[in-house]
């Protein structure tokens, strides 16, 4: 029997018993008053109605509505090939220029995860530096706002793991110089962990397991927050530029990508990637239900997975790479009909305590995790629209230390861009051991982009510059 003194706690443990979840106070006895007191301030934070209606709809299974959906490709608008391409591309570029110029863009960044040791943003993939990847895009958005002479606000919005280690690098590093009023955290929601049999895992004897609630949590947030979207709409923004933290290679506020979505007057655009081959854990871009969306990778068949197109190449190509655009109209219209966004089943490794209070490090996944995802707005926009990017210069994500998607990956993909660069600014540009580049490094300070770079080698009275052993210009 759990004594508690307040009849709020007793309603509350009457729903912990309703969602078949009383295990979690199964060490209370153990717990001293102020453990006890954490535990249940935790568990009143919880809308446990939820918790019991996504631990059903998981054991009962979603893979029949998966199959369901029909899914064609999406419409994309290409990488500019032509010189006739490329000189619209310069108009629209224009637009996305005026946007920034006039302080009508505001930046936000899903920074919740976690990485082996840290917060990834705290991972270190300068190639020469080893800056941070939150320094890397903090250098981005410093040398967009001396660029366009405008401040935009960037949100970062991070979770209980993250969210302290992440301040403190701020702190620690003055904001890279960045106006701190400019800079807004955003702590996103945690959910309960559960195992496959639906039961809450517990971390601690005093405290449950739990994972923050996907990047369409961190929008979800946002909405919900009624001073800082109000704050947002007094600044004049109009147009909010979404990324990831752990792209290495994201060109924030691209004037190009927010030009087309301008010119188009989206609700929502995105950009893409093709698939690397049909096993590239990424979500794809696809036409289903009459409207635009995504479907994430786990929740592909293995038939739409490999389908072929009428070229021989995979049909379901276009990968997700985390890169949207929203207008403000769109985001006040899902805020005013209070829309929300399904849930999604992540299978993890999530460390927990069995009956006995011993922790367990599982080697394979354990744990379901709920998520929403941010993608899962696109199909309430009225228009929207996809670009296409280049990888080797817009996508190198950043999951693990090393091996594929890693900081080791990070760093050769940023230098190898870089040496791409210098050697179109006329660098004499040599290859290393393995015929890899570099190590080579540019600040966004010194130039945000090739052009920039171009014309600031140009001044150079000795003529081409030499890389040969690799170089960093801060």
Not at 149 to 155: G, K, N, V
Not at 261 to 286: M, N, Q
């Amino acid at each position: 029997m759990i004594k508690v003194a307040s009849d709020t706690d007793r309603v509350l443990i009457a729903k912990v018993r309703e969602a078949a979840q009383e295990h979690v106070l199964q060490f209370w006895e153990q717990l001293n008053q102020e453990e006890q007191a954490a535990l249940l301030a935790q568990l009143h934070s919880l809308n446990l109605l939820l918790v019991k209606d996504l631990v059903c709809r998981y054991l009962k299974g979603t893979q029949e509505v998966m199959e369901a959906r029909l899914l064609t490709a999406a419409p994309l608008l290409r990488v500019a090939e032509t010189e006739e391409e490329a000189i619209r591309e310069k108009e629209v570029r224009a637009a996305g220029e005026e946007a920034l110029r006039k302080g009508q863009v505001a930046i936000l960044t899903a920074a919740g995860d976690t990485g082996e040791e840290c917060p990834k943003g705290l991972f270190q993939v300068g190639p020469v530096s080893q800056k941070t990847l939150l320094c890397l895009h903090a250098e981005r958005i410093r040398a967009i706002s001396k660029r366009y002479r405008a401040s935009p606000p960037w949100i970062v919005a991070t979770s209980r793991g993250t969210h302290d280690a992440t301040v403190a690098h701020f702190k620690e590093s003055e904001y890279f110089g960045l106006n701190r009023g400019d800079v807004i955290f955003l702590l996103q929601d945690e959910l309960p962990v559960v195992n496959r049999r639906g039961k809450i895992l517990l971390a601690e004897r005093g405290r449950i397991a739990t994972s923050p609630n996907g990047h369409g949590g961190v929008l979800l947030k946002l909405l919900g927050d009624d001073a800082l979207f109000h704050s947002l709409e007094v600044r004049g923004i109009e147009h909010l530029f979404y990324f990831q933290v752990d792209n290495a290679l994201v060109r924030v506020a691209d004037p190009v990508f927010l030009g087309y979505h301008l010119e188009r007057e989206c609700e929502a655009s995105s950009k893409t990637v093709c698939k690397v081959d049909p096993e590239e854990k990424v979500g794809i871009f696809c036409q289903f239900n009459g409207s635009l969306g995504v479907v994430e990778y786990r929740e592909l068949s293995p038939e739409d997975r490999t389908r072929k197109g009428s070229d021989g190449g995979l049909e379901l190509s276009a990968g997700n790479i985390g890169i949207h655009a929203f207008s403000m109209d769109f985001l006040r219209r899902l805020r005013e009909e209070r829309i929300s966004l399904p849930y999604h089943f992540v299978e993890g490794k999530t460390p927990h305590l069995d009956k006995k209070a011993s922790r367990v490090v599982p080697r394979t996944p354990n744990g379901v995790q709920f998520k929403c995802f941010i993608f899962d707005a696109l199909p309430l926009a009225r228009s929207t629209l996809v670009l296409e990017a280049k990888r080797e210069e817009e996508f190198s994500p950043v999951k693990c230390l090393n091996g594929a998607d890693s900081v080791a990956s990070a760093r050769r993909d940023l230098s190898g861009m870089y040496a791409r660069w210098l050697a179109a600014a006329g660098a004499n540009v040599k290859r290393g051991a393995g015929n890899d580049p570099g190590p080579f490094e540019i600040s966004p300070l010194y130039a945000l982009d090739a052009e920039e770079l171009k014309a600031k080698l140009q001044v150079f009275e000795e003529g081409p510059l030499d890389a040969e052993a690799g170089l960093y210009l801060k």
